[in-house]
């Protein structure tokens, strides 16, 4: 066994660990580029587990997933989940069309444990991780490709509703039914976390409220080096994490609250600047490590030998996910705006796309041993899948009605003018300060602490 190398501060860690943590980077950085190779026709979430398997044990054996990283995953798995809950828009789940997203996710997946429970002769647990791997959707995966695949408003909006109920009907089934607790006393844990991280979300405005400087010091470290705003972030996420360990439920599940509240709390005029620092935190490293060392741990020659059971739980999504969301938006009135058929089946491919949750579950029912890691593999591979094939379909699918696409360029156009503005207003206020003159500095894109609950 390799020596532990010394580190300036005087931690101990394995050449092993540093140098798995090399490759992980590496891979993390390559799957973009992979991803713009392609026309981004395979988004770069493939790649991170492709990579991952290419360089994980199983194949090249260049890196491991072990307790050197292990940190750094399950914060990549707390910021997945904390974006997922941050896309989450009440007002949409509570219209007569988030109603029937609703209605039809249970429907599925009813369905799909009934199916999985005559499967796997009657083994619950087992059961209940098949329907929610098979009836998630992977809305933060499916955002960018939305935005670019030139989709009308009604298809983007009903992808939006599908896809938050994809994401918390899962989640939240995951933490009722796969706790280690009996089910009611496990409800009963779940509504005594709710209040907790409730109380939680009023903390903001009680601490501003009985020590008022405290706002004037975070705006004021906002969009310097101190980073208050994403620091409260990380703590955010970390006590609700903790909490959810502490109460012994799903960490994904305290990921996911912290999102939530972290919508309500910030204004909307504030909501894109902060979205584009999530982003920056998530997407940086924490998310690709996590993607990248579960791909580790996919088992090839699994997924080598049952190619053909592969496909057929790809399928199985695609029936179970997307089929009732095509026949309750052809038969019935959801209110989604949506009437062509060939939206209809646009959504219902996007809707049926998923691999994050799936991911995640197989996370979880691989450490209690629910299901073996063969399943594992072939559930994940399934769902890439499914992330690799439904969008590109959909795309091919004539829409009626399509949506102007969002061009890279306009993209750039936009971050310039933000970036000049940003710039003006810096120096203007420079200017004022430096000749002893009070400014009130001018409206932008700039994220302003104060927007967060702590005016």
Request: proline share 5%; with cysteine; hydrophobic share 55%.
């Amino acid at each position: 066994m390799p020596e532990p190398l010394v580190l300036a501060a005087g931690a101990s860690v394995t050449p092993d660990a540093i140098i798995s943590m090399m490759w992980i980077s590496i891979a993390a950085l390559t799957s973009p580029l992979l991803s713009y190779l392609v026309r981004k026709k395979i988004p770069a979430v493939v790649f991170l587990l492709f990579l991952g398997v290419v360089i994980g044990p199983h194949v090249l054996n260049l890196a491991h997933a072990d307790e050197s990283n292990a940190m750094l995953r399950e914060l990549g798995l707390g910021m997945l989940f904390l974006l997922a809950g941050w896309e989450i828009e009440p007002e949409a789940m509570r219209g007569r069309q988030g109603k029937w997203a609703s209605t039809t996710w249970v429907f599925s997946a009813v369905l799909a444990f009934g199916a999985a429970l005559l499967m796997f002769a009657g083994d619950t647990l087992a059961a209940v991780v098949i329907a929610v791997a098979v009836t998630s959707t992977a809305m933060g995966t499916l955002l960018p490709v939305i935005k670019t695949a030139g989709v009308s408003q009604a298809v983007r909006r009903g992808v939006l509703v599908h896809g938050a109920v994809g994401e918390l009907g899962p989640i939240f089934t995951m933490a009722l039914l796969l706790s280690t607790r009996s089910t009611w006393l496990t409800l009963v844990v779940l509504l005594v976390f709710m209040g907790g991280a409730l109380i939680i979300a009023f903390v903001p405005r009680t601490v501003a409220a009985i020590a008022p400087w405290i706002g004037p010091a975070v705006r004021d470290g906002a969009s310097h080096t101190a980073q208050t705003v994403m620091r409260a972030v990380i703590v955010l996420l970390t006590v609700l994490m903790a909490m959810a360990a502490v109460f012994e439920l799903d960490v994904v599940l305290g990921a996911f609250a912290a999102g939530l509240i972290l919508r309500a709390l910030v204004p909307a005029r504030s909501r894109k600047t902060v979205e584009a620092r999530l982003d920056v935190m998530g997407y940086g490293l924490l998310i690709p490590v996590f993607f990248v060392t579960s791909g580790m741990a996919i088992e090839v020659a699994e997924v080598v030998r049952a190619p053909m059971i592969v496909l057929f739980c790809a399928a199985v999504i695609l029936v179970a996910r997307g089929l009732p969301i095509f026949l309750t938006e052809r038969f019935w009135h959801t209110g989604s705006g949506i009437s062509d058929v060939r939206e209809q089946a646009q959504l219902a491919l996007y809707a049926a796309t998923g691999l994050p949750i799936i991911v995640a579950v197989t996370e979880i029912a691989l450490s209690r041993e629910l299901i073996d890691a063969a399943l594992a593999s072939i559930l994940v591979a399934a769902g890439a899948l499914t992330v690799l094939v439904f969008p590109i379909v959909a795309q091919a699918i004539p829409s009626p009605r399509s949506a102007p696409v969002e061009s890279n360029e306009c993209l750039e156009a936009v971050a310039r003018a933000e970036d000049q503005e940003f710039r003006a207003a810096s120096a203007e206020q420079a200017q004022r300060q430096a000749t002893g003159k009070k400014h009130n500095p001018p409206r932008s894109s700039t994220l302003e602490a104060g927007d967060i609950t702590l005016d």
